[in-house]
């Protein structure tokens, strides 16, 4: 167990709909960082959040948000599903903004149909 | 931006022997990280080893060693005695030593480990 905790595991959702992802960074650590892994595009970085407030943005749609609520846990959401949404979503902590210290969850395999 | 190439998306070794997967990266930055992540088929990633740019000597964590060349944007990964839990899909990241800390994935090797 890394500490990082991703529910749910699996989720299997319909295309137009909305779903959200939650994180639970390991105790003690700032930041939270999501990932997206799927055939077509490899691993991909999404957002980070340091404590409560968005650090930085890498490839993540429109359609998709994200938030670090106060205490600590994040949520990804996802909306208007389509197809190539489906993927697995890498959730990761940190104890400070800058550093190598990730820690990575098992993610949530997300399928769309 | 930076990247980060794995050249080789499958290999193979024998139980006992040892592996080397290659990976190359550009950036235009002095100061960063590299690491190898492992992920089983549990899905989870799992740290195998970190490289510092700043630092010459390569790192080394029990069988698994790198050869970082930085001059050659190289950073290899060998894994010595090989072991049937080694198989998994490995990949190469690269991390800015500030700026935000996200990492760049190379596309993965897949590696069998065969008994």
């Known amino acids: 167990d890394s500490g990082v905790t991703q529910t749910p595991k699996h989720l299997i959702t319909a295309t137009g709909q909305r779903v959200t992802l939650r994180c639970s960074p390991r105790?003690?650590?700032?930041?939270v960082y999501w990932y997206q892994q799927s055939l077509d595009q490899g691993l991909q970085f999404l957002i980070q959040?340091?404590?409560?407030?968005?650090?930085a943005k890498g490839n993540i749609l429109e359609r998709f948000s994200a938030q670090q609520f106060p205490d600590l846990h994040s949520e990804l959401n996802l909306s208007s599903l389509e197809l190539g949404d489906s993927a697995l979503y890498f959730c990761?902590?940190?104890?400070?903004?800058?550093?190598?210290?990730?820690?990575f969850g098992s993610g949530t395999r997300l399928t769309v149909v | 931006a930076q990247t980060v190439t794995q050249s080789q998306p499958e290999m193979s070794v024998q139980e006992a022997e040892t592996v080397t997967l290659s990976c190359t990266y550009d950036?235009?930055?002095?100061?960063?990280?590299l690491f190898w992540y492992k992920q089983p088929p549990s899905r989870q990633m799992i740290l195998v080893i970190r490289q510092e740019a700043y630092k010459q000597q390569n790192a080394t964590e029990n069988r698994f060693s790198v050869n970082f060349q930085k001059a050659a944007k190289s950073f290899s990964l060998k894994i010595s005695d090989s072991q049937l839990g080694d198989t998994a899909m490995y990949f190469c990241?690269?991390?800015?030593?500030?700026?935000?800390?996200?990492?760049?994935f190379g596309g993965g090797t897949r590696l069998m480990v065969k008994p």
């Open positions: 105790s003690g650590d700032l930041s």
């Open positions: 950036t235009s930055e002095n100061n960063y990280y």
């Open positions: 959040y340091y404590n409560g407030e968005e650090r």
């Open positions: 990761a902590s940190s104890v400070r903004d800058g550093g190598k210290d990730y820690t």
């Open positions: 990241a690269f991390m800015k030593y500030y700026a935000g800390n996200m990492l760049t």
